[in-house]
Protein backbone atom coordinates (compact mmCIF):
# COMPACT_ATOMS: atom_id res chain seq x y z
CA UNK A 1 0.00 0.00 0.00
CA UNK A 2 1.04 3.59 -1.14
CA UNK A 3 1.95 6.13 1.88
CA UNK A 4 -0.90 7.72 2.74
CA UNK A 5 1.62 10.88 2.61
CA UNK A 6 2.51 10.69 -0.51
CA UNK A 7 -0.93 10.51 -1.59
CA UNK A 8 -1.63 14.38 -1.36
CA UNK A 9 -0.23 16.47 -4.64
CA UNK A 10 -0.22 19.86 -3.49
CA UNK A 11 -2.09 22.70 -1.36
CA UNK A 12 -2.97 25.66 -1.80
CA UNK A 13 -4.16 28.26 0.81
CA UNK A 14 -6.57 31.28 -0.72
CA UNK A 15 -8.94 33.63 0.36
CA UNK A 16 -12.77 33.69 -0.60
CA UNK A 17 -11.95 36.51 -2.58
CA UNK A 18 -9.18 34.26 -4.57
CA UNK A 19 -5.76 35.34 -3.38
CA UNK A 20 -3.33 32.66 -2.95
CA UNK A 21 -1.66 33.11 0.04
CA UNK A 22 0.28 29.72 -0.25
CA UNK A 23 1.16 27.00 -2.84
CA UNK A 24 3.26 24.66 -2.61
CA UNK A 25 3.56 20.72 -3.89
CA UNK A 26 3.85 18.14 -1.34
CA UNK A 27 4.45 14.99 -3.20
CA UNK A 28 8.01 15.46 -5.08
CA UNK A 29 7.37 12.86 -7.46
CA UNK A 30 4.18 15.02 -8.58
CA UNK A 31 6.85 17.88 -9.14
CA UNK A 32 8.74 15.70 -11.77
CA UNK A 33 5.62 14.42 -13.40
CA UNK A 34 4.34 18.30 -13.82
CA UNK A 35 7.52 19.80 -15.31
CA UNK A 36 7.40 16.74 -17.65
CA UNK A 37 3.93 17.53 -18.71
CA UNK A 38 4.76 21.23 -18.72
CA UNK A 39 1.96 22.19 -16.46
CA UNK A 40 2.35 25.96 -15.75
CA UNK A 41 -0.64 27.59 -14.08
CA UNK A 42 -0.08 30.54 -12.33
CA UNK A 43 -1.01 30.38 -8.58
CA UNK A 44 -2.94 33.24 -8.74
CA UNK A 45 -4.68 32.53 -11.76
CA UNK A 46 -5.88 28.80 -10.81
CA UNK A 47 -7.13 29.98 -7.00
CA UNK A 48 -9.12 32.92 -8.45
CA UNK A 49 -10.66 30.22 -10.70
CA UNK A 50 -11.51 27.74 -7.68
CA UNK A 51 -12.54 30.67 -5.96
CA UNK A 52 -14.71 31.34 -8.29
CA UNK A 53 -16.45 28.06 -8.96
CA UNK A 54 -17.32 28.05 -4.70
CA UNK A 55 -18.80 31.39 -4.88
CA UNK A 56 -20.92 30.43 -7.75
CA UNK A 57 -22.00 27.52 -6.11
CA UNK A 58 -23.05 29.10 -2.95
CA UNK A 59 -25.05 31.43 -4.49
CA UNK A 60 -26.80 28.72 -7.14
CA UNK A 61 -27.19 26.45 -4.04
CA UNK A 62 -27.31 25.97 -0.32
CA UNK A 63 -24.96 23.25 -0.66
CA UNK A 64 -20.86 23.76 -1.08
CA UNK A 65 -18.38 22.10 -2.85
CA UNK A 66 -16.34 20.04 -0.80
CA UNK A 67 -14.79 17.72 -3.49
CA UNK A 68 -14.24 17.73 -7.14
CA UNK A 69 -13.35 14.68 -8.46
CA UNK A 70 -11.87 13.00 -11.99
CA UNK A 71 -10.35 9.77 -12.50
CA UNK A 72 -7.12 9.74 -11.11
CA UNK A 73 -7.35 12.42 -8.63
CA UNK A 74 -9.41 14.84 -6.49
CA UNK A 75 -9.87 18.37 -5.42
CA UNK A 76 -10.58 18.49 -1.63
CA UNK A 77 -11.88 21.80 -0.23
CA UNK A 78 -11.51 23.07 3.45
CA UNK A 79 -12.88 26.44 4.33
CA UNK A 80 -12.21 28.22 7.18
CA UNK A 81 -13.27 31.41 8.56
CA UNK A 82 -12.27 33.68 5.21
CA UNK A 83 -10.06 30.88 4.13
CA UNK A 84 -10.27 28.00 1.93
CA UNK A 85 -7.63 25.03 1.88
CA UNK A 86 -7.24 22.69 -1.47
CA UNK A 87 -5.48 19.62 -1.50
CA UNK A 88 -4.93 17.71 -5.21
CA UNK A 89 -4.74 14.13 -3.81
CA UNK A 90 -4.52 11.16 -5.67
CA UNK A 91 -7.91 9.33 -6.04
CA UNK A 92 -7.19 6.38 -3.44
CA UNK A 93 -6.13 9.14 -0.62
CA UNK A 94 -8.29 8.75 2.36
CA UNK A 95 -10.48 11.95 3.05
CA UNK A 96 -10.81 12.10 6.46
CA UNK A 97 -6.86 11.61 6.93
CA UNK A 98 -6.32 14.54 4.43
CA UNK A 99 -8.99 16.66 6.65
CA UNK A 100 -6.78 15.59 9.42
CA UNK A 101 -3.76 16.95 8.43
CA UNK A 102 -5.69 20.74 6.79
CA UNK A 103 -6.96 20.64 10.39
CA UNK A 104 -3.25 20.60 11.51
CA UNK A 105 -2.44 22.98 8.71
CA UNK A 106 -5.31 25.29 9.45
CA UNK A 107 -4.64 25.99 13.04
CA UNK A 108 -1.15 26.62 12.03
CA UNK A 109 -1.72 28.69 9.35
CA UNK A 110 -3.71 31.07 11.50
CA UNK A 111 -1.86 30.84 14.72
CA UNK A 112 1.18 31.76 12.68
CA UNK A 113 -0.12 34.41 10.96
CA UNK A 114 -2.99 35.94 12.09
CA UNK A 115 -1.84 39.42 12.80
CA UNK A 116 -0.57 39.47 8.96
CA UNK A 117 -4.01 38.22 7.71
CA UNK A 118 -6.04 40.72 10.07
CA UNK A 119 -3.46 43.25 8.33
CA UNK A 120 -2.73 41.80 4.58
CA UNK A 121 -1.71 44.52 2.63
CA UNK A 122 -1.71 42.45 -0.97
CA UNK A 123 1.58 41.06 0.17
CA UNK A 124 1.51 37.24 -0.25
CA UNK A 125 5.82 36.49 -0.39
CA UNK A 126 5.61 36.32 4.33
CA UNK A 127 3.62 33.29 4.17
CA UNK A 128 6.05 31.47 2.01
CA UNK A 129 7.95 30.46 5.42
CA UNK A 130 4.96 27.91 6.21
CA UNK A 131 6.73 25.24 3.98
CA UNK A 132 8.53 24.07 6.66
CA UNK A 133 5.25 23.49 8.48
CA UNK A 134 3.60 22.53 5.91
CA UNK A 135 6.66 19.45 5.09
CA UNK A 136 6.83 18.39 8.77
CA UNK A 137 2.89 17.77 8.57
CA UNK A 138 2.40 16.39 5.44
CA UNK A 139 6.20 14.33 5.09
CA UNK A 140 7.28 13.17 8.72
CA UNK A 141 6.63 9.14 8.99
CA UNK A 142 5.15 7.93 12.44
CA UNK A 143 7.49 5.97 14.71
CA UNK A 144 5.74 2.80 13.21
CA UNK A 145 6.10 3.25 9.58
CA UNK A 146 10.12 3.92 10.35
CA UNK A 147 10.13 0.66 12.47
CA UNK A 148 8.73 -1.38 9.68
CA UNK A 149 11.23 0.73 7.09
CA UNK A 150 14.03 -0.64 9.20
CA UNK A 151 12.64 -4.06 9.16
CA UNK A 152 12.75 -3.99 5.45
CA UNK A 153 16.08 -2.94 5.16
CA UNK A 154 17.55 -6.23 6.82
Not at 1 to 15: G, H, P, T, V, Y
Not at 38 to 67: A, H, M, P, R, Y
Not at 117 to 133: A, M, R, T
Amino acid sequence: MENEDKMAEELWIIDTGGICFFHRWINKETILESIEKKIQIKDQLFSGLLSGILTFTSKVTSDKIEKIQMSEGKFLFFTSKNLIFIVRAKIKSSDNKLKKKIKLLEDLFLKKFEKKLDNFNGEVSSFKIFEEDLDEIFNKMTKVEKWGKGISNL
